[in-house]
Every structure is written in structure tokens, then in C-alpha cells.
């Protein structure tokens, strides 16, 4: 895989669904089952602290992770269908929470 090739899409749709898909749905979540339902326990203490420090420090580190996956994902000649899968597997976490958010 060339070095030159960009990974920004990727990153942008790993971005969105792990971070403010996620953030987002998962706040809904807890107002709805409550912040103990989350099994996330780090998640669970952010929520604990307030919906915009979980927000803010979900988005936070979702954003430090993206910064990194170009580099990763070329360290490794990572094909494209890996971040995109991983973006999907973003989205589908946010689809369950709305599921819990709806049922």
C-alpha cells in the first residue's frame, strides 16, 4: 500500500461512529435504562460525572485514536475494508443503544 495514499475517509467514519454516533446514543441510553445499565465500567463513571464530561471525554479519545490510524493502519498495509469495518462495528453499537433507547 502506498504511503501517500489517504486514510480520511476512513478515519472520518471511525471518528462518527465510535465517537458521536456512540456519544450520542449512549447518553440516550442511559437517560432511558439508566447509567448502571452501561457495560462499559469507564463509560459508566464518565456518565456517573455528567451526559457532557462522558460526551466530551468519549469524543476526546475516539479523536486521539483517529490521529493515530493512518499511521497504524499504514504500518500494518492495513486494507481499507478494515476501517470501514471498524466503523461499522461503530454503528452498530449505536444502532443497539437505539434499540434500548426505543424498545
Same mark, same amino acid.
Given at each position: 500500500?502506498?504511503?501517500?495514499?489517504?486514510? @480520511? !475517509?476512513?478515519? =472520518?467514519?471511525?471518528?462518527?461512529?465510535?465517537?458521536? %454516533?456512540? /456519544?450520542?446514543?449512549?447518553?440516550? *441510553? #442511559?437517560?432511558? @435504562? !439508566?447509567?448502571? =445499565?452501561?457495560?462499559?465500567?469507564?463509560?459508566?463513571? %464518565?456518565? /456517573?460525572?455528567?451526559?457532557?464530561? *462522558? #460526551?466530551?471525554?468519549?469524543?476526546?479519545?475516539?479523536?486521539?485514536?483517529?490521529?493515530?490510524?493512518?499511521?497504524? /493502519?499504514?504500518?500494518?498495509?492495513?486494507?481499507?475494508?478494515?476501517?470501514?469495518?471498524?466503523?461499522?462495528?461503530?454503528?452498530?453499537?449505536?444502532?443497539?443503544?437505539?434499540?434500548?433507547?426505543?424498545?
Amino acid at each position: 500500500m502506498s504511503s501517500d495514499r489517504s486514510r @480520511a !475517509g476512513e478515519t =472520518a467514519a471511525i471518528f462518527t461512529s465510535h465517537g458521536a %454516533l456512540d /456519544a450520542a446514543t449512549t447518553i440516550l *441510553a #442511559a437517560r432511558v @435504562a !439508566g447509567v448502571d =445499565a452501561e457495560a462499559n465500567p469507564v463509560v459508566r463513571e %464518565l456518565l /456517573a460525572l455528567g451526559e457532557l464530561p *462522558a #460526551a466530551l471525554a468519549m469524543v476526546a479519545v475516539v479523536g486521539l485514536c483517529c490521529g493515530a490510524w493512518p499511521i497504524a /493502519a499504514d504500518a500494518v498495509d492495513a486494507p481499507e475494508w478494515v476501517g470501514l469495518g471498524i466503523a461499522t462495528i461503530g454503528a452498530v453499537v449505536a444502532a443497539v443503544n437505539l434499540v434500548v433507547v426505543f424498545a
